[in-house]
């Protein structure tokens, strides 16, 4: 613990837009957007933080600023300390931008592609930022908060198969469950956990449907 | 360290050089149902004559969307939904998230509950290692190491089955606990599983160690270098067979692993064979841990019974105390409740570093919960190992690396 500490005091003795973030286990800190690559280039070559964990990003819900942040968590593999850094992403909310750490971390690649498939972050940079779970082409970006859990239908991948099947990839039916419970403050019987969406099911169809 | 890293694909894109292809070059699809590919994983390669001259591995052909799901449910209705992470060891998943949320929680469990905990990840880390044995042997054509290791893998599922009354999908922990402690006699069994199955392991490695077509096949093979594999993210046995040597049971201890004496095998060369010998090792090393769990096996109890807003009270106390049914009624309703705060935990599963990151803002519900799955990383390696490999090493090479699918793909 006390590597990631010392770490944490010579990034932040060395740039001063840095400042704490709140955190349970590891130290943790905000980086401005700008300055996130030369403050984890630092971290890597003179941190010894040589191995990056893991690299996601935080949906704060429509309009919360920043609405997005991208958190990045790195580890040692000589000190075994461990760290998180955090910067917000800049705007608009369609295509929230950060920018890409694929040179630092080849490790990244793959990371960042799931990132922008889930919520359409741009990593600016990125040699290669295509949708990694989801289909090419897959209009929507499934962990964004407005995106409702039952799914929303969309065409089918393949278009040919599409066109001559008249399929489509279709909402799962929420009659039944999953049973969702709900956070925040709220009164018992709306906390409790039912199916939230009770106008349509296997049997019977979607109203507008 | 003070290294960038070039981007073929970006470099050439750059220098304006479309590359285009030469005709006798072919483009082949590799799964997503093929044995090799040890479920849904897809292959698009290129191929020059039998060289690889690219592969680009496709995704997403099992994905549930696990993490949008644990934004709608309580802590405790997603522990099932660990068991399919890597399904070949649910009981160390379930105890990577238990972890992770205790840690978000504050909660200590005690000396008991770790123990079991303990216990029940190394059997899976075992189980999770024979299959990947198996299912390694069956790609090089050893057919014989699969019927063996399938044969011991049975004997824990039956103790996995009366452990938790389930053979595969365990769900075993619950935030702050487990569901029930070890049945009666129970641990003498497992203590006879280790005395049969040290002298089945050491049979069935012999089987492929000194086979002179497995070394053929596997020795010099997919070699990852040191550097290489901690670029890009590798962890697990992938990485120790690297000859780096990471452990998170030993670097970072976590449900009182620092008790226990065991051993971190590391590779020399990082090529299929180290992989393969790191496993075996990882499988005895185990073991040890399984029998000293044992010995030292704490008394007192199994849960938290300080935590009472995150486990949920015993039966009998809830049907006799109104009380403590309301209390039950509570964390079945709204969850354990979880203060705000965000945590990272990741633990050494069988794979690699299972990390959960729980973003929470209170309550039941996690908002944001990351899974950071060993297999997704290590798989991104791929398209850098396969460069200019045969095509015949892919499968080797992807048997070595021993993915789960349902774990990278969430």
Known sequence: MSASVDAISAIKAKFSQITDRPSRDCPAVDVPNADIVTVLRTLRDEGGFDLLSDLTAIDWAEGASPRFTAVYHLYSTVSHAAIRVATPCIGEDSAPTVPSVVTLWPAANWHEREAFDMFGIKFETHPDLRRILMWDGYPYHPLRKEFPLAGIETALPDLEVAEETKAKVIAAPMMGGPFVASAGEMNLTEAEPRAKDESWNERSAKPDA | ?410
């Open chain 2, 1 to 410: 360290m003070a290294t960038e890293f070039a981007f073929p694909d970006s470099a050439a894109k750059a220098a304006g050089a479309e590359q285009d292809f030469a005709p006798e070059k072919m483009s082949l699809s590799m799964g997503p149902s093929h044995p090799s590919t040890h479920g849904v994983l897809r292959l698009q390669m290129e191929l020059d004559g039998e060289i690889l001259v690219k592969c680009d591995p496709v995704l997403g052909y099992l994905h549930r969307g696990d993490e949008k799901i644990a934004e709608n449910m309580t802590y405790n209705q997603f522990v099932p939904y660990t068991d399919r992470l890597d399904y070949l060891a649910p009981l160390a998943n379930n105890m990577a998230f238990a972890i992770a949320v205790e840690r978000l929680a504050g909660l200590e469990v005690p000396a008991r509950c770790q123990a079991i905990r303990v216990l029940t990840a190394e059997m899976a880390r075992v189980s999770a290692h024979l299959m990947g044995l198996g299912a390694f042997g069956l790609d090089v054509g050893a057919w014989t190491v699969l019927v063996h290791s399938l044969n011991q893998r049975e004997h824990l599922y039956k103790l996995f089955e009366e452990l938790t009354g389930a053979r595969f999908t365990t769900s075993y922990t619950r935030i702050g606990g487990v569901t029930r402690d070890v049945p009666e006699g129970w641990l003498g069994r497992v203590i006879e599983f280790c005395d049969r199955f040290e002298p089945a392991l050491e049979e069935t490695l012999a089987l492929l160690t000194r086979n002179k077509i497995f070394q053929d096949r596997t020795v010099g093979v997919g070699i990852i270098s040191k550097e290489d594999a901690i670029a890009y993210g590798l962890t697990g046995p992938n990485l120790r067979g690297s000859g780096v040597s990471l452990d998170l049971r030993k670097d970072k201890p976590y449900s009182g692993y620092e008790q226990y004496e065991f051993d971190v095998p590391i590779g020399s060369k990082g090529d299929c064979y180290d992989r393969y010998l790191c496993r075996g090792e990882e499988m005895r090393q185990s073991v040890r841990i399984i029998r000293q769990v044992i010995a030292k096996f704490p008394r007192g109890d199994w849960y938290a019974k300080d935590a009472r807003k995150i486990f949920a009270p015993p039966k009998d106390k809830i049907l006799t105390s109104m009380e403590e049914l309301i209390n039950n009624f509570m964390i079945v309703t709204e969850g354990p409740q979880i203060p705000a705060g965000e945590v990272y935990f990741e633990a050494e599963n069988p794979k690699g570093a299972l990390g959960f990151y729980i973003v929470s803002k209170g309550g039941g519900v996690p908002w944001r919960l990351k899974i950071r799955s060993p297999s997704f990383c290590n798989l991104s390696i791929l398209p850098k190992v396969c460069a200019g490999t045969m095509i015949s090493d892919v499968v080797t090479l992807l048997g070595s690396l021993d993915f789960v699918m349902g774990e990278c793909d969430r």
